[in-house]
Nanobody
Framework: QVQLVESGGGLVQAGGSLRLSCAASGRTLDSFCMGWFRQAPGKEREFVAAISWSGGNTKYADSVKGRFTIARDNAKNTLYLEMNNLKPEDTAVYYC???????????????WGQGTQVTVSS
């Protein structure tokens, strides 16, 4: 089992930045693909970014490319999402997730955190 706990969410003005963290426990993450997802009110949960076990391969949703950066520190068992130039449409609950496999994937995740709220004001 893997337990995931997100932190770093909050209220920020459009154009601002936030850094989300996801701390893992239960198992080391160095054999897991990790990802970030988000769910806005009244919408389906959507893929944001994913990173391979080594950190050498990443994938991003088109809506966040060039603004968000996913990173991981396997020694600290922690996943990050650096979010820059935030827009009101980025407002959502952000979830980190883990799945087996070494490559970055956009679906098939087995373990989920409880989420952290990000609100971007215009």
């Amino acid at each position: 089992q893997v337990q995931l706990v997100e932190s770093g969410g909050g209220l920020v003005q459009a154009g601002g930045s936030l850094r989300l963290s996801c701390a893992a426990s239960g198992r080391t993450l160095d054999s897991f693909c990790m990802g970030w997802f988000r769910q806005a009110p009244g919408k389906e949960r959507e893929f944001v970014a994913a990173i391979s076990w080594s950190g050498g391969n990443t994938k991003y949703a088109d809506s966040v490319k060039g603004r968000f950066t996913i990173a991981r520190d396997n020694a600290k068992n922690t996943l990050y999402l650096e979010m820059n130039n935030l827009k009101p449409e980025d407002t959502a609950v952000y979830y980190c997730a883990a799945r087996g496999g070494r490559l970055a994937r956009v679906d098939g995740y087995d373990y989920w955190g409880q989420g952290t709220q990000v609100t971007v004001s215009s």
